[in-house]
Nanobody, 125 residues
Framework: VQLQESGPGLVKPSQTLSLACTVS??????????WNWIRQPPGKGLEWMGA???????YYSPSLKSRTSIFRDTSKNQFTLQLSSVTPEDTAVYYC??????????????????WGQGTQVTVSS
């Protein structure tokens, strides 16, 4: 399975960040597979943001839940992250990654089966 993130590299404060992850070599509706968004701010560790399951159910980090939405387009085999009201603290490399249900929420890189290459997002005016 290959994952590829896409979206703007620069977002202004207070705007909504939107990133898409396109999956190839597998289906986002495959049973028991979860599709995650993870980010890494500069100089910090990995932060799990949320996930969408094969069933379409969504899961969010409590600290980001009020600002985060994840949805999917099965016709495109793609899932999308939206993060609202961004601030410079949301500057990070954003990754999409595949996992099973037991590893959703993990912050170790080797907990995930496949990763996108990551995309740098900078929040600045």
């Amino acid at each position: 399975v290959q994952l590829q993130e896409s979206g703007p590299g620069l977002v202004k404060p207070s705007q909504t960040l939107s990133l898409a992850c396109t999956v190839s070599g597998g289906s986002i509706t495959t049973n028991y597979v979860y599709w995650n968004w993870i980010r890494q701010p500069p100089g910090k560790g990995l932060e799990w943001m949320g996930a969408i399951a094969y069933s379409g159910s969504t899961y969010y980090s409590p600290s980001l839940k009020s600002r985060t939405s994840i949805f999917r387009d099965t016709s495109k085999n793609q899932f999308t992250l939206q993060l609202s009201s961004v601030t410079p603290e949301d500057t990070a490399v954003y990754y999409c990654a595949e996992s099973d249900g037991l590893r959703v929420g993990a912050t170790e890189r080797n907990a995930y089966d496949s990763w996108g290459q990551g995309t740098q997002v900078t929040v600045s005016s």
